[in-house]
């Protein structure tokens, strides 16, 4: 089976507007260009996923179920737009976290690239192809690690960023689902 490309989303800033330690659906809210940039990822026919730290868990600032409530809201709303995530990693470890087992250091809390990898195994994504984008230097970090290209968003408008990234890395594609 052949191993495909896939796009790695950082989630709070890179998604969804981040409230700190967002986490109730009553505060989710599109970053600028977010639903767009799902859909052609979507219509080029990439496979999304987001990987995100959530130690707002380990600090005990919200529980994982509360995690997963926001998650697949945000996925219906990115559905119901055209656009599509395949599957989400997180890790709720922290520093400062107030559960023993789910203080730092892990491989999976991004600069860590185990998020990625892991998802990389389950779905046979080529990760030498792929790109990951985030809003935070670690994002970045844990991207290349993985062997992926990695894109710093500055929040403007991730509908831009999606576009130049079809066309640098995956205009063969967004050909063939034309």
Known sequence: MKKQPAI???RDD??????????????FRWVRGAPEALRLFSKAGLDVFIVTNQG??????????????????????AAAQGGHIKDVAFCPHHPK?????????????????????????????????????GDRESDVAAGRAAGCHAYLF?????????????????????????
């Not at 969804?16 to 659906?25: G, S």
């Not at 960023?161 to 967004?174: G, M, R, T, W």
């Open 14 to 27: 890179t998604l969804n507007v981040d409230v700190q330690y967002t986490h109730k659906i009553a505060d």
């Open 97 to 133: 976290a107030v559960i023993s087992s789910l203080l730092t250091p892990c491989p999976y809390r991004k600069p860590g690239h185990q998020m990625i990898t892991d998802l990389a195994k389950k779905w046979s994504l080529d990760l030498a192809t792929s790109v990951m984008i």
């Open 8 to 10: 790695f989303l950082d």
């Open 154 to 178: 500055d929040g403007s408008d991730l509908h831009e960023l999606a576009k130049h990234i079809v066309n640098q890395h995956f205009s063969d594609l967004s050909m063939e689902s034309s």
């Open 56 to 77: 707002g868990i380990g600090r005990g600032l919200f529980t994982e179920n509360d995690m997963h409530r926001f998650n697949n809201h945000l996925i219906a709303k």
